[in-house]
């Protein structure tokens, strides 16, 4: 396993790291993503699915514990994977975890698992954990260095003009997040996540 730690300077850093991150995606992905509740793992769902080029209106899926954003073929992303965003809260077991049926779509998609740990490590060999810990009264002058353009099909993407009020109303709050990344299996053998920014810590 691999792990390496970033830090961003709120909800807007927040979804740019994670937009550089789906540059490194491909279907059949999984992420696990942890933290209390309001660390941004809804904020960074956004960033994800946005620079995926999916359907827009991701929200908290507390209510519907799987939504499915389709990959938009007249956005800046044509023929990309969906994105399958899901709330394990309530969810105790993995048996509950398989009566959702998440292999149905695991190949075509992206998937993102919100309080996942101990609960979907079973559906696939690979996967990234994602854990976010807000850190309230923070330095925000110590963020990573995240770069601020998304190179897609050999054009320079300006983010902002892609996430400008994107964010989650429960978790848009301008606070330091520490976002601490590990990389397990095969498929992410050899990955180099620092082009996401600048970490503060790696360990192999």
Not at 187 to 192: A, H, V
């Amino acid at each position: 396993m691999n792990a390496w730690e970033f830090l961003t300077s709120g909800p807007e850093q927040t979804q740019l790291l994670a937009a550089h991150l789906a540059k490194l995606l491909k279907a059949g992905d999984l992420i696990i993503l942890s933290g209390e509740l309001g660390a941004g793992k809804t904020t960074f769902t956004q960033g994800l699915g946005r620079s995926l080029g999916v359907r827009e209106g991701i929200i908290s899926p507390t209510f519907v514990l799987v939504r499915i954003h389709p990959n938009r073929p007249d956005g800046h992303n044509p023929g990309g994977p969906d994105l399958v965003h899901v709330d394990a809260y309530r969810l105790a077991t993995p048996g509950e975890i398989d009566d959702i049926d998440l292999e149905r779509t695991m190949d075509d998609s992206v998937t993102v698992v919100e309080w996942g740990v101990d609960r979907v490590e079973h559906l696939a060999a690979s996967r990234l954990e994602i854990e976010l810990v807000r850190a309230v009264g923070g330095d925000t002058a110590a963020a990573s260095g995240i770069p601020e353009t998304l190179d897609a099909d050999d054009a320079s993407v300006e983010l902002d003009a892609l996430f400008a009020g994107s964010f989650d109303a429960d978790e848009d709050c301008d606070e330091p997040r520490t976002l601490r990344l590990s990389a397990i299996g095969p498929r992410w053998e050899g990955i180099d996540f620092s082009v996401l920014g600048q970490p503060m810590t790696t360990t192999e």
